[in-house]
């Protein structure tokens, strides 16, 4: 059980108290943040720690620590963000902080002491995640011992492994939001992801393959069984890739494989209908609410509410429990992700994806875990059906273009399909499109609905976040590959 | 003091200090760096205020040597009690990874105790009301470029102005600080036309205000971008001549320079090992470090190591000289460092092939695609393969006849880098790198026409 009491408790503990601060101060802060006459106003408490712990070619050649803490404040009026922050969040500073945002939003300031705000405690308990410490020094033998496990594991799996380098971050994050409605939440986010990449060399070629493993949770969120499967992909990966023929080049049908290449969905839909490329007119979907967008069939999905997954959150980064958000639905464009400000001047309510790489950035309309639900297709009858094409299963990121729609993908992982059947692994594809062109030559899709292993982040505006992306295996008639080739 | 800057660098130079006497009297060897930045940044689209912050980080982070072990931490408050946590855990860390001779702090003979510092610091007006200011010109200039020339739409102008302070103490007694500024404008031009919509960015950045480009001139590039960009389409996939422009030439001179840092080498993840001595480009390319350029937008008295840079060659005639070393990478690789443990200085790479500016690039590319920017894509550090989606112009007997998108671009650096028949004298300066356009004879284009 995590966020209601249990982590504004924990938030009064970790922020509060060290800094001298009370309820009351915040409310005071509040109120005087406000007082010009803000339609939104609010303050940001975080306070994060993180250790990690590096191994290197059979030994822990370093490990690491960092910890921050602090305080933003927002005010909002009509389309003008006001914005500053402190790392001291005693009572002084945040006030010092809060007229920083007054002399920016260029209110002045009145003479008479604004009323303080009381605070209720809003967003509700949730069970997406626990609350535990996820960077006790105390794990530090069990996570060198998993680090060197892995080692052995990809070791053992193939001699052409050259290179093993394993990798464990843990992270802790505790927030307290209140705003100048006198709604107050809290939440406590744990975070830990578990990395290899290895290097297979054979007869001169060298090839990388890597993996990850990232979860809310501590070091028991991580079995055996779960690691294991992580060390045979980055093995398999590398080995496919020593082998890997040129690229081909040209419009073809493309395969992509379920989990991670979901990630096409994340960029080719998800961003473009974050709601303030909306209100600029900026997004290539601008207008087209409730116009078909895509093949029947295809459903994608923005729920923050899904246990265990990265991009979860009890409530976002403004105080609001995360909605499941339903973005397309058999194909036409259904909806949007609002933050509060956003929401605001659109006539609209947030629906919880206002969020914010930490307490110094300013929260957006950002994705949470968004994926395409599950169609009716036999993934086996799936590739089967391509004549010639490429069979896509690992992707290296992934970028769009919001004014115009196009986006790219480049594959760490994907093979040659002949008349039905994988012929050969290939080695650097880039794959083109425009978000509204590949959504409407989506002809098949499968029935194996699966997420990223918890690796995916997304960035925007220079902020990094951590989100998952999923789909099941789907075929998409024409897309632009590009390889070397001719 | 800056009114961006909350703390003085003697403050800095304190807590790094008392950071390394901690570890000190822990028995290890320590070296502490401190880091404090204020920023203000002004948003503007259309006349109206989009987002106005004040905004800056700080951090103090450790590194302690114990035993051949190390450990690092970091915080980002600098009072007693905070650095008296990440002393201590930094402690904890070196107890459980496992010994490395290399691992240990450089001679401290080879510390830049005293010596040349270049100025990274000019005092120019930085207040949130100048930013405003510069921003609301820059909105203005826009507007009036879209109002005569209705496929444009102004998008945000942005103003933003950075002061920092960094101290390093080691616990040899070496202990220096430096200020930085940095000044940043970019506008966003928004283009439609029938055949869609567009947009392009011109941003300019420098260490003091009076040497950004103007913002008449800086709004002109962004709605020339735009307008270049419209009618853009796809070209039939073939090998062909491509011209990088001299941003995107920029990029690939970074990979080269990242393929001969040292952490690259030693881990053998450089799609040029073993280089020093051996010839990887096209003989008529030289690249020059200089770590001590007035102002340079990567440059630096010494590294987060203490250690100087030098103004040297990287590459001569197409042969590497040197490499990008910090201690320890040095000393994996049986070297001593370059100074060079947070990557590399101002780089320029210079050519003595025939060459010209742009137009006379265009005609030595004669019929081929010209790369105005990277779109996404990857090069695989181990085996060198690259491949990139792009945007473009097409070019035909040395004329631009139409835009390009929806097209790849793929090869290998080794290839790439051998294949380089020219390097423009339209110069541009790209954070740390400049370099010209560059010409690479034969690449496979991926494209649907």
């Known amino acids: ?486 | 003091m800056s009114e961006l800057l909350t703390q003085s660098e003697a403050d800095l130079r304190d807590a790094a200090s008392l950071a390394v006497d901690l570890a000190a009297r822990r028995g290890a060897k320590a070296r502490a760096s401190v880091h404090h930045e204020g920023i203000a940044k002004i948003a503007v689209r259309n006349g109206e205020v989009e987002t106005a912050e004040r905004s800056g980080s700080q951090g103090l982070g450790i590194t302690v040597f114990h035993d051949s072990r190390q450990g690092s931490a970091s915080t980002a408050g600098f009072d007693r009690a905070a650095i008296e946590r990440v002393v201590e855990e930094a402690m904890l860390i070196a107890q459980h990874v496992q010994p490395d001779v290399d691992a240990d702090l450089p001679a401290s003979d080879r510390l830049a105790h005293t010596g040349p510092a270049p100025e990274l610091y000019a005092d120019s007006p930085r207040s949130p009301d100048m930013l405003l200011d510069a921003a609301q010109v820059l909105d203005r200039a826009a507007n009036e470029i879209a109002a005569c020339d209705n496929r444009l739409r102004a998008g945000e102008c942005v103003a933003v102005a950075t002061e920092g302070l960094w101290a390093l103490a080691t616990s040899d007694g070496f202990c220096r600080s430096v200020q930085r500024s940095n000044d940043a404008r970019w506008s966003v031009m928004l283009a439609h036309d029938e055949g869609g919509s567009t947009s392009a960015f011109c941003q300019s950045q420098e260490r003091r205000v009076d040497a950004l480009i103007p913002p008449d001139v800086l709004v002109g590039r962004a709605a020339d971008r735009a307008r270049q960009a419209l009618g853009a389409r796809t070209i039939g996939s073939r090998r062909c001549p491509v011209l990088f422009d001299p941003f995107t030439a920029a990029k690939l001179v970074g990979e080269l320079a990242g393929a001969l840092t040292g952490h690259a080498q030693y881990r053998r993840m450089s799609f040029l090992p073993d280089p020093v001595g051996r010839c990887v480009s096209a003989s008529h390319l030289d690249l020059s470090e200089d770590p001590f350029e007035p102002l340079g937008l990567a440059s630096g008295g010494f590294d987060s190591e203490g250690i100087a840079g030098s103004s040297r060659a990287i590459l001569r005639q197409g042969a590497v000289e040197g490499l990008f070393l910090s201690t320890f990478s040095g000393r994996k690789l049986g070297m001593p460092s370059t100074g060079n443990a947070d990557g590399f200085y101002n780089l320029r790479l210079t050519s003595s092939a025939a060459s010209g500016d742009w137009q006379a690039m265009l005609e030595m590319l004669g019929t081929g695609l010209v790369v105005t920017e990277f779109q996404g894509g990857k090069t695989d550090p181990a085996s060198g393969n690259w491949t990139q989606a792009i945007k473009g112009l097409w070019v035909e007997d040395g004329r631009v006849v139409h835009a390009v998108t929806d097209v790849t671009l793929a090869s290998n650096m080794p290839a790439m880098l051998t294949g380089i028949r020219a390097v423009g004298l339209d110069v541009e300066r790209q954070g740390a790198i400049r370099t010209g356009s560059i010409l690479i004879d034969d690449m496979q284009v991926g494209g649907t026409a």
Not at chain 1, 89 to 107: K, N, W
Not at chain 1, 354 to 376: D, E, K
């Open chain 1, 1 to 486: 059980m995590n966020g209601g009491d249990i982590a504004i408790d924990r938030a009064r503990a970790r922020l509060l108290g060290p800094a001298g601060l009370d309820e009351a101060a915040i409310g005071r802060a509040l109120g005087h943040l406000a007082g010009g006459g803000a339609d939104l106003a609010d303050l940001f408490f975080e306070t994060t720690s993180l250790r990690s712990w590096r191994l290197e070619g059979g030994r822990v050649t370093n490990g690491g620590f960092a910890m921050r803490q602090g305080v933003g404040a927002r005010a909002a009026h009509g389309g003008h963000v006001s914005f500053a922050h402190s790392a001291d969040m005693r009572e002084g500073a945040l006030q010092d902080t809060v007229r920083a945002v007054r002399s920016l939003a260029r209110d002045g300031d009145t003479a008479r002491q604004p009323q303080g705000i009381a605070l209720t405690p809003a967003g509700g308990r949730h069970d997406l995640y626990p609350v535990i410490d996820a960077v006790a020094v105390e794990d530090a033998t069990a996570w060198i011992a998993m680090l060197e496990r892995i080692d052995q594991l990809a070791r053992e799996h193939d001699p052409r492994i050259v290179r093993i380098d394993a990798n464990v971050r843990a992270q802790d994050t505790t927030v307290l939001i209140a705003n100048a409605d006198g709604q107050m939440a809290g939440d406590v986010r744990p975070m830990t992801i578990l990395s290899v990449m290895v290097v297979a060399e054979a007869e001169g070629h060298r090839a990388r393959g890597q993996a990850g493993l990232g979860r809310r949770a501590g070091q028991r969120g991580f079995d055996a069984v779960s690691v294991e499967t992580m060390v045979a992909t980055a093995v398999r990966m590398a080995i496919n890739n020593l082998d890997a023929i040129p690229a081909p080049v040209g419009e073809m049908p493309v395969v992509l494989g379920p989990g991670y290449p979901g990630v096409l969905f994340h960029e080719a839909v998800g961003h473009g209908l974050e709601s303030d490329h909306h209100r600029k007119h900026l997004s290539a979907f601008d207008g087209k609410v409730g116009e078909r967008i895509a093949a029947s069939g295809v459903t994608v999905i923005d729920d923050g509410g899904i246990a265990g997954r990265l991009g979860s959150l009890g409530v976002d980064d403004e105080g609001t429990t995360p909605d499941r958000t339903v973005l397309v639905e058999d194909g036409v464009l259904t909806g949007l992700m609002h933050d509060r400000v956003n929401a605001g001047l659109m006539n609209a309510r947030s629906t919880g994806n206002g969020r914010r790489q930490s307490y110094a950035h300013l929260p957006m309309p950002r994705m949470t875990n968004t994926f395409l639900a599950n169609g009716q297709d036999d993934p086996a009858d799936i590739i089967a059906s391509i004549d010639r094409g490429i069979y896509a299963t690992e992707f290296d990121g992934g970028q769009v273009d919001i004014v115009t729609g196009r986006f790219n993908f480049t594959t760490i992982e994907a093979w040659l399909v002949e008349k039905g059947k994988l012929v050969a692994p290939v080695r650097g594809a880039t794959l083109i499109g425009v978000g509204n062109e590949a959504l409407r030559h989506i002809s098949m899709v499968g029935n194996d609905l699966a997420f990223d292993t918890g690796m995916a982040t997304c960035g925007k505006q220079g902020q990094t976040l951590s989100v998952s992306v999923g789909q099941p295996t789907l075929r998409i008639d024409r897309m632009m590959v590009g390889g070397q080739a001719g």
